[in-house]
């Protein structure tokens, strides 16, 4: 029987030499468009789509392979008669093996001046529906979406005469996970084309990045994913320069302290510690910056996660390198921190291009049988509806503190409460099961430092008892979303110590 291959992609790395091997093997290659000239130019035989199907290409390309000669050639059953029968009396020859991978849709949309016309224009028909039977099919055909896979198909046809059913397996499934991840792409990009915001079905597709040794804990397995088409400025797309590879518990630290950092537009730091900051400091440089993130709590940082918006340089590579630390994430290093830093064998380094724009990307938090999805939190204190109930104003220092205090809040575990000087955490107490919990644990971290200071809360005080308990610590200024029906409550008692209160009229809870 005639052995029958057909090629077409877009992918055209190896397909040259891919396409001499099964000639040496006795098949005869079929092809379409680019890459039949692609073969042609490096002296293969090739039989044209059209040679095939006896039938010319229409519509500017758009139907060629959409054809019996093709499809029937893919979806025989080359062992049931019937099959054969019909084969015979229409004259179609069976393939084999198909080798194909799809238009660069992904690759078009990421073009910033892309039309809708030209990406819709890139949405693969034939490509698609060719892989599709031939997977179904795999019980008789090999199919091929990936040039990583070339070498074993080969390799299984010069020792067996054929490939074995388990690769034909693999292949089909690779087939079905490559044209669903396409369709999502497409799926996607036409439900934002559309500007449909809760469609009745969500299909999402992320691409392996790394496979980790275990989860949160040893026992558990785990994988690191990251998003086709994600926002470059992403732990997901960070370049790490030195160190061992990251951990499940590493990224998700690294996540937190980058969307911290990310607040910042003066030079800061942020030291996280399971998923929390521990503290967080702006100065004039990252060095200063660094200083203070430490002096918040120089406990906690101990094995933490550091972040900078700002090239970390030799000065505060020398400071770093003191403390035991997990991860160093950075626009930049300098040689010379470089060369310090780099002295620990097991530091990771991390950088990320901080003069990229944020993408808006949806959160997604799976839960047993499901999947929530939201907005990611981007309000600040400029899209807020400020007010200020008590009878004294915040000062002008008071003010920065408050600013720093909400910034920071917003990222801790709820019920949060941030305690700040107007370049410092100086108190951070986190995930609580009441608000009260949450504040004498800021507190009393803070200690005498809190004299003076002010006090972040990401949701409104439905008690008068975090006021009383910031009073008597000196807390000097609160900021809280208010909407209590008790806010007078909260009101009165910061009158009655003579504590300024913001009304940001917006929460931040964090689950």
Not at 46 to 68: A, H, M, Q, W, Y
Not at 427 to 432: E, K, N, T
Request: net charge negative.
């Amino acid at each position: 029987m005639k052995k029958l291959a057909l090629i077409s992609v877009s992918d055209k790395n190896g397909v040259s030499e891919f396409a001499k091997e099964l000639v040496s093997l006795g098949f005869e290659i079929i092809s379409t468009g680019g890459t039949k000239k692609i073969l042609q130019d490096n002296g293969i035989p090739v039989l044209g789509v059209s040679d095939v199907t006896s039938f010319p290409e229409i519509l500017e390309g758009r139907v060629k392979t959409l054809n019996p000669f093709i499809h029937g050639g893919l979806l025989a059953k080359q062992d049931d008669e019937e099959h054969q029968k019909q084969l015979e009396e229409h004259g179609i020859e069976p393939i084999q093996l198909v080798c194909v991978n799809l238009y660069p849709f992904q690759q078009t949309i990421e073009k910033p001046e892309v039309t809708a016309a030209e990406a819709i224009e890139n949405i693969d028909i034939g490509g698609p529906a060719m892989l599709r039977a031939s997977a179904k099919n795999h019980q008789y055909v090999t199919v091929v979406v990936d040039p990583i896979d070339y070498e074993k198909v080969l390799g299984e046809l010069k020792s067996g005469g054929e490939t074995e059913l388990e690769t034909r397996i693999k292949l089909a499934a690779k087939v079905f996970r490559h044209t669903a991840a396409y369709d999502a792409l497409i799926a996607n990009y036409m439900t934002s084309l559309a500007q449909e915001e809760t469609p009745e079905k969500l299909t999402v597709t992320y691409e392996l990045k790394q496979s980790l040794r275990y989860g949160e804990n040893p026992h558990q397995q785990a994988a690191f994913y990251k998003k086709p088409l994600g926002s470059s400025f992403s732990i997901a797309y960070a370049e790490q320069l030195h160190g061992k590879e990251l951990s499940y518990n590493n990224i998700n630290d690294a996540d937190a302290a980058l969307q911290i950092v990310k607040e910042f537009s003066e030079p800061a730091a942020v030291a996280v510690k399971h998923m929390n900051p521990c503290g967080v400091g702006t100065g004039k440089t990252g060095f200063e910056a660094f200083e203070k993130a430490f002096a918040a709590d120089p406990v906690s940082i101990f094995g933490g996660i550091v972040a900078f918006n700002r090239e970390v340089d030799e000065k505060t590579a020398g400071k770093l390198r003191e403390i035991f630390l997990e991860i160093i994430i950075a626009p930049s290093f300098s040689k010379e921190a470089l060369a310090i830093l780099t002295a620990k064998k097991n530091l990771r380094l991390l950088t990320i291009p901080f003069d990229q724009a944020q993408k808006a990307e949806l959160k997604l938090t799976t839960i047993e049988g499901g999947l929530l999805v939201q907005e990611q939190d981007r309000f600040t204190l400029a899209d807020g509806n400020i007010t200020i109930p008590t009878k004294r104003q915040p000062t002008d220092d008071e003010w920065e503190a408050l600013k720093l205090g909400w910034k920071v809040v917003k990222h801790v575990k709820s019920n949060a409460i941030v305690v700040t000087r107007e370049d410092m955490t100086i108190g951070i107490g986190a995930g609580q099961m009441n608000r009260v919990g949450a504040a004498e644990i800021a507190l009393k971290q803070a200690g005498k430092k809190a004299e003076g200071s002010a006090l972040a809360s990401d949701a409104f005080f439905p008690m008068e008892d975090t006021v009383e308990a910031a009073a008597k610590a000196g807390i000097t200024a609160i900021i809280q979303p208010g909407g209590s029906i008790r806010d007078e409550d909260s009101i009165k008692k910061a009158d009655e110590y003579g504590i300024a209160m913001v009304f940001t009229g917006v929460r931040h809870f964090k689950h």
